[in-house]
């Protein structure tokens, strides 16, 4: 369950796409990756006045949904490892008329830098693929939830139906990576699909989540299998 990439490479790459991740993930979704964002953020459980972690935060778009969610009386920490990507969410929010109370910290997935029990929900967009260990990462999560909390984590996912598969590879080969391309960005973009080829599937992913102390473990296969939810529950 470890990341094909070193973790040092992906920290690299996160940061070297930076200023055209939020282009791309526009582009190549037809502005969809927005609707499961915030679909993520409401199956996190996220109420007003909560405390909320958003981890592998990246540009901060989910960060954001999560600070809306809780409100002023809420409180709200976006954390990634890759520097560049947080300046751009420390830019972006600042730059809203009304700045919303987050928290940006520089960190380790696969070691929070906070204490046992702190948060009352978390999410993680595009993140859970790319660690280099997954049942780690998920151990991490489940040990800054507070009891009762919940983790809802939006990523790519293999599609039970071969139709469907074949269609998420010729998109991923015809689309994803020429568009990168024309970024500058053809190599970051093309470890997509080995990547997702090594990924858990739905039922992979909530035994893991079992295996690591959540007592609940649901995954919802959205975008007609080509994304998934996994919802874990301390």
Avoid at 49 to 66: I, K
Wanted: charged share 20%; proline share 6%.
């Amino acid at each position: 369950m470890r990341s094909p990439v070193a973790p040092d490479g992906v920290q690299a790459l996160f940061n070297r796409i930076a200023p055209v991740y939020d282009q791309l993930n526009d582009g190549l979704s037809l502005g969809l990756h927005r609707v499961w964002k915030l679909m993520t953020v409401q199956w996190s459980g996220a109420m007003p006045g909560a405390t909320c972690l958003d981890v592998c935060c990246g540009s901060g778009d989910v960060t954001q949904l999560l600070a809306q969610q809780v409100g002023p009386n809420g409180r709200v920490v976006g954390v990634d490892f890759a520097a560049s990507q947080l300046a751009i969410a420390q830019q972006r929010n600042d730059q809203r008329r009304s700045p919303l109370p987050i928290t940006w910290v520089e960190g380790d997935a696969l070691h929070l830098p906070f204490d046992d029990s702190t948060f009352d929900a978390a999410t993680m967009s595009y993140g859970l693929r790319n660690v280099a260990s997954i049942p780690d990462s998920l151990r991490e999560l489940h040990r800054v939830l507070k009891p009762g909390a919940t983790v809802a984590i939006l990523d790519f996912h293999r599609p039970s139906s071969d139709l469907v598969r074949q269609f998420q590879r010729w998109y991923l080969a015809t689309v994803v990576v020429p568009m990168a391309k024309d970024l500058g960005m053809e190599d970051e973009y093309a470890y997509l699909a080995p990547s997702i080829d090594r990924f858990p599937i739905g039922a992979e992913q909530r035994a893991i989540a079992h295996q690591v102390g959540f007592r609940q473990a649901i995954h919802y296969a959205i975008a007609g299998g080509l994304m998934g939810v996994l919802v874990a529950t301390r």
